[in-house]
């Protein structure tokens, strides 16, 4: 889903302007307390000291392996869950004040969760669970129902036949184009896919990445795309967002990060992908073991105790999120010239 | 479905999908299921007895006669006996109907209602306020309940009233317990969420999405504590804690018969075998509800 930014039309709640990033995300801390063996309380640090932005139509894929903290950090964006700290800017406004109260922001914000079965309320036909959310910013009955046919409709259902009917009723991919239709009943601008696709087969799956694609161009939409699938992530993904253990360790324009990886996690992501074609076969080895307990992360570069090129330094200090080249970052020593890691001088040449 | 292509305007009406409703699936499997047809009438009987009772009687229940005292069963005029009083027992059976039915069901139909309010409360809110009401409900759960309805009922006095406070009382924490563990169950699925997402309250999410989903499951059970609620109502008025005499009510007039236990036991088992007819109906019925709503296609 490559970004048409230039097809946009001019959208009056457009307020900063197409430079301006459509989310910025800062320092977005969540900890969740949890009780040790010995009844001590203890914190699972899920999402620690994050930052990066959601650039206005594009697809920012989100990728880690799980434990990562993606879907905690879909659940801060959507404000389902408190931040402990760090702060949300949508559009030039901070969310939750003056400007932007939390209620219009979800207006502007939709989600779309993996399981289609448990997102659609049982006891509601589609159409009902497609109208509700107008109803809930105050569109009438029946303005709500003709809204929630159209986009029906919009995402291939005829509401004539699949309008009144209960979510058993209807199949996996049928199920998750009417949460599609749900998050859009709202006419958000940014749309948080959590492993939105996943749980389809193929071949129902690409006919819904075709649909995102489509709805994509036609509604102006912006896309956070968190899945586990990296050759999904590849096809739909302006740019890509590697996490690890709670902390963005890689980001960059998706070509850049497939074809010049500069972080060994991603490196070894990325080898981890099964290839289609036996002679392409992947020799790198896989990483061993899992990943550590996100309770008590590792010191320094919270990857050092399963890189391959770790070294003392790495243990010891955080390193910094480096630029690479344009829009691309790494946090990791090797790509920072005169660090005092080895590998350091390597990898800028490699790049170079 | 018809997967007809034909472009006919009275051809494509029929392909118009309108699902019946979940309810009344549900009314539909029970129908079709003969055990719960059954108890159905037989608990059908007993309301009708319940409310038509003082036009159905063939004697005065409260006539009492020295004479015709412990009549057997199948006596002339008398076709189910008389009592210790020569009441006819027959009426009394049929008026008593009203009491025991009114003491079994008022207390359930009270505690459905505050119990069900406390129990998605506590549930949808979670947190301190969870633990605020669920362990309060859990000091009276604590007691075995036949013993908290007589602590409660001996303490505010005899009478009915009390006793159908008591009663309410000790069904509150059983149905608020069920409606806490379904509603934490509902509360984590992604319509939830997905509603939370849209912007609704707290207090519509509860009305609209957790409502309907939770509500089933909390009926089922209530309609099972009825017959819990009877024997329990009877053991009160058999204790003189509830209705008192020369009222018709099944628990009491089991009290007063004991006496003739061993002169006319037939005739004093007879109240205790309509707790007992009434209680299993009742039983019974909430059982077959149960596997009609749990049944999904």
Redesign the interface.
């Known amino acids: 889903m490559p970004s048409s930014s230039d097809s946009r039309a001019a959208d009056p709640r457009d307020l900063g302007g197409p430079i301006q990033p459509l989310l910025k995300v800062r320092g977005l801390v969540k900890h969740f307390s949890v009780r040790g063996g010995a009844g001590k309380r203890r914190v699972v640090r899920a999402v620690d000291g994050i930052d990066f932005e959601v650039r206005k139509g594009e697809t920012l894929g989100v990728v880690g392996e799980s434990g990562c903290g993606k879907s905690t950090t879909a659940?801060l964006l959507?404000q389902?869950i408190k931040l402990d700290a760090g702060e949300l800017i949508f559009d030039a406004a901070t969310v939750g004040g003056q400007q932007l109260p939390?209620?219009e922001f979800?207006?502007q914000?939709?989600?779309v969760?993996?399981?289609s079965y448990?997102?659609?309320?049982?006891?509601?036909?589609i159409e009902q669970?497609v109208a509700?959310?107008p109803r809930?910013?105050g569109v009438g009955r029946r303005e709500s129902m003709a809204r929630a046919r159209s986009l029906l409709d919009r995402v291939g259902l005829?509401p004539?036949?699949?309008g009144?009917?209960?979510p058993?009723?209807l199949s996996g991919g049928q199920r998750q184009r009417v949460?599609i239709a749900?998050a859009l009943?709202?006419e958000p601008r940014l749309v948080i896919l959590d492993e939105a696709v996943s749980a389809l087969d193929k071949s129902v799956e690409a006919q819904v990445l075709n649909l995102l694609d489509d709805l994509k161009r036609s509604m102006a939409l912006t896309y956070v795309f968190i899945s586990h699938d990296l050759h999904v992530v590849r096809y739909v993904s302006d740019r890509i967002l590697v996490m690890y253990l709670g902390e963005v360790i890689e980001i960059g324009p998706a070509e850049a990060l497939f074809e010049r990886s500069a972080h060994p996690y991603t490196v070894a992501l990325l080898g981890s992908m099964p290839s289609l074609d036996p002679d392409q076969r992947t020799e790198a080895p896989p990483l061993v073991g899992d990943p550590p307990s996100p309770i008590d992360p590792p010191s320094g570069c919270r990857f050092h105790t399963r890189c391959p090129y770790a070294e003392p330094l790495c243990a010891e200090q955080k390193p910094p999120f480096a630029e690479l080249d344009e829009g691309h970052r790494a946090a990791c020593w090797m790509v920072v010239p005169g660090s005092q890691h080895s590998q350091a001088a390597k990898a800028q040449c490699v790049d170079a | 479905m018809t997967t007809s292509p034909v472009v006919d305007p009275a051809q494509v009406a029929p392909l118009v999908h309108r699902s019946s409703g979940y309810w009344r699936t549900v009314g539909g499997r029970l129908a079709r299921d003969r055990l719960a047809l059954v108890v159905g009438l037989i608990i059908v009987a007993l309301l009708a007895m319940a409310l038509f009772g003082p036009w159905l009687t063939p004697h005065d229940p409260y006539a009492t006669s020295m004479i015709r005292r412990l009549r057997p069963i199948g006596t002339e005029g008398h076709p189910l006996g008389t009592d210790e009083l020569g009441r006819d027992l027959l009426s009394r059976l049929i008026l008593g109907a009203r009491l025991s039915l009114f003491m079994g069901i008022t207390p359930v139909v009270l505690a459905f209602f505050i119990g069900s309010a406390l129990g998605i409360v506590a549930g949808y809110a979670g947190g301190w306020l969870n633990a605020v009401i669920m362990r309060t409900i859990d000091v009276f759960y604590a007691f075995p309940s036949v013993l908290l309805a007589i602590a409660i009922s001996g303490a505010l006095g005899a009478g009915i009233g009390n006793a159908l406070l008591s009663l309410t009382l000790v069904f509150i924490p059983e149905v608020a317990r069920v409606a806490e563990s379904v509603t934490t169950q509902v509360r984590g699925r992604d319509y939830i969420e997905a509603a939370r997402a849209s912007g609704a309250s707290a207090l519509l999410i509860i009305r609209t999405q957790v409502f309907g989903n939770v509500i089933g499951p909390i009926f089922v059970y209530s309609t099972g504590l009825i017959s819990v609620s009877m024997i329990l109502a009877s053991g009160l008025s058999f204790l003189g804690l509830g209705v008192r005499p020369p009222e018709p009510e099944w628990g009491l007039m089991l009290n007063t018969l004991r006496t003739a236990i061993y002169s006319q036991p037939l005739i004093a088992a007879l109240p205790g075998v309509m707790i007992f007819i009434t209680s299993i109906s009742f039983n019974v019925f909430a059982d077959r509800l149960r596997a009609a709503m749990a049944v999904r296609s």
């Open positions: 659940r959507m389902l939390l209620r979800r207006r914000v939709q989600m969760f993996q399981d448990s997102s659609l309320n049982p006891r509601m036909t669970s509700f959310g809930v910013h005829d004539q036949r699949f009144g009917r209960y058993h009723e949460n749900r009943a709202l």
